[in-house]
């Protein structure tokens, strides 16, 4: 009869300190989610449509100008900080959630889900954001959620430029062109 040792390894101070940090960062970006959503941001306001479908469908309970509303005063990197900001609060609150002691184990599983989800959102979000840098787009911003894509852009676009985008959103997210929203600020406001 064969013996099978497992060994467990300890997680370590340093790395312990990084995970922490990273979660506060995600908090951060989730923060400024919820600050978009609750000021107005949306893709309905200057939508530039990306060729072959309507925007994605609101998530339930939430209005279609959730995100990428830009007005006078606020620019991508302040909409960026708010986000990052957020985030870091629904990390937050989600690890508070994970380590309290009367928390059931279901509640738990569905808050390290949760994290997890984030987490992956925001790695999607900068790789789409690094990538339109690289394409000559000098600031975007990217938010991920549920399988649908906005971009926020600074100027509106003509449709080679649109289609150029939901392009490299496709291939970071997998989605489909028609779950990609890009929007712009809309003249006047």
């Given at each position: 009869m064969l013996t099978r040792t497992v060994t467990f390894r300890t997680v370590g101070r340093r790395e312990l300190v990084r995970f922490l940090i990273l979660l506060v960062v995600l908090g951060l970006l989730a923060l400024g989610a919820l600050y978009l959503r609750s000021h107005g941001y949306g893709p309905r306001l200057g939508a530039t449509q990306v060729p072959g479908g309507a925007p994605p469908p609101?998530?339930?309970?939430?209005?279609?100008?959730?995100?990428?509303?830009?007005?006078?005063?606020?620019?991508?990197?302040?909409?960026?900080?708010?986000?990052?900001?957020?985030?870091?609060?629904?990390?937050?609150?989600?690890?508070?959630?994970?380590?309290?002691?009367?928390?059931?184990?279901?509640?738990?599983?569905?808050?390290?889900?949760?994290?997890?989800?984030?987490?992956?959102?925001?790695?999607?979000?900068?790789?789409?954001?690094?990538?339109?840098?690289?394409?000559?787009?000098?600031?975007?911003?990217?938010?991920?959620?549920?399988?649908?894509?906005?971009?926020?852009?600074?100027?509106?676009?003509?449709?080679?430029?649109?289609?150029?985008?939901?392009?490299a959103v496709c291939r970071v997210t997998g989605c489909r062109p028609e779950q990609v929203a890009i929007v712009a600020p809309v003249a006047g406001r």
């Open positions: 609101p998530e339930e309970g939430e209005s279609r100008e959730v995100m990428a509303q830009l007005v006078p005063g606020n620019s991508l990197a302040d909409a960026r900080m708010e986000r990052e900001r957020v985030r870091a609060q629904q990390i937050e609150l989600l690890e508070r959630m994970i380590s309290a002691h009367d928390t059931a184990p279901e509640m738990k599983a569905r808050a390290q889900e949760q994290m997890l989800a984030i987490i992956a959102a925001m790695g999607k979000e900068a790789e789409i954001e690094g990538i339109l840098r690289s394409k000559g787009y000098r600031d975007a911003l990217a938010y991920v959620r549920d399988g649908a894509v906005t971009v926020v852009v600074p100027d509106p676009l003509q449709g080679p430029d649109a289609t150029r985008i939901a392009d």
